[in-house]
């Protein structure tokens, strides 16, 4: 486990030694580029401070302590996605090389070896090296920074992760549409896009939802199969929380959410927890509804609407959350259960199993608190949750 000193000893190495690491150069101005996964920066728009051993981005407004530039640095050049307790180890191994190198640290993140397994590479090259990597890491080592190719599936599907306008079915993001009016010359086009933003349907994208529940789209291509990947990291209030207590995050803490494109393999998690909320990021929202949904998708549709909710990522996951409704939560007052499953024989059967649950428990004289629940009733032409929604956006 990973104590407050150590952390704040990651946080104290020089700066430079990161930007060296990985060839982040400076302009000469001594700017950089911001090293946020999902700032493209063209221009250098970060400034960092000597004296305080932090970055700036006066483009999207972040600031980078060491541990949040060596992450970001590792998912922006090699696609790595670089856990907090792990980013310290190897912040401070970097130190340590520096100093016995004469400066010239070594850790190859060029290769991305530096977590002990090879991302990016396939079965068989991880395995001659001898690593014996668990599914988990397999999924993630070969997972990607999102793509339009994922982004174009979630908007197919009416979740919309950056600010955006509907206009004649098609999804324009609020960002795009600003950018080309600043440099379009054509009035056709600048009609058109005046008419995207006066006619369209505007809706707040999710991306800040997804960060603040630390839940993480990404690309994976293995073996011949496209897939999106939901990495899930779990119950901390903040990354050093997350190392200290006893969500001390390992691989053992974390699930992965895999769905091909294709239907060539089903989706499947990994990861100790079967179930997570999507909870955090809504807290202005006075409906303490929290819909119980199947899948991911089907969720995310609920965080469209600025709804509260769990994505079990499986119906089969169904027993978990039942036994952590009896063991470990403690029903709320004003806080209601929505059961919101899909219309097959499947779901319509966990409907009865978990209402009958919610019975059983609330008939318990011995527990002070009931749980309020109810099944939605949405129209039964629609497979799910999100087909529905689906309708409401493009309908």
Known sequence: MIDRETIKAAKAVDINIIFEEFNWEKDRYGRIRCPHPNHNDSTPSCAFSESRNTCKCFGCGETFDTIDLYQCLCEKVNGRVVPFYKAVEEILKLEDMAKGSGGNAVINNSSSQAC???????????????????????IVGNSRPLTGYELNYLHGRGIILYDSYIYDGEIHTAQNVDKALRTETDQNEINRLNEIKTKGRFYKGIAPILRANRIQIKHNYWEGVNSIIYLVDYEADDEDDL???????????????????????TKRALGAS????????MEHNKNNDI?????MEDALSCSMNGIKSISLNSIAN????????????????????VICFDHDDAGR??????KGFFEAYNQNLLKNQKYDYVALDYPQEFHDINDYWKSRVFG
């Open 116 to 138: 002990g397994y090879q991302f990016g590479g396939n079965k068989s090259s991880q395995a001659s090296n001898g690593n014996n990597v668990t599914p988990y890491e397999m």
């Open 243 to 265: 190392c200290l207590d006893q969500f001390y995050m390992d691989t053992e803490r974390h699930m992965a959410i895999q769905k091909s494109f294709d239907g060539s393999h």
């Open 274 to 281: 079967d179930f997570n909320f999507i909870t955090k990021g």
């Open 291 to 295: 819909y119980i949904c199947e899948g």
């Open 318 to 337: 169904l027993k978990s959350l039942t036994h952590y409704l009896l063991e470990e939560h403690v029903p709320h007052r004003n806080e209601r259960f």
């Open 349 to 354: 059967k966990a409907v009865g199993e978990l």
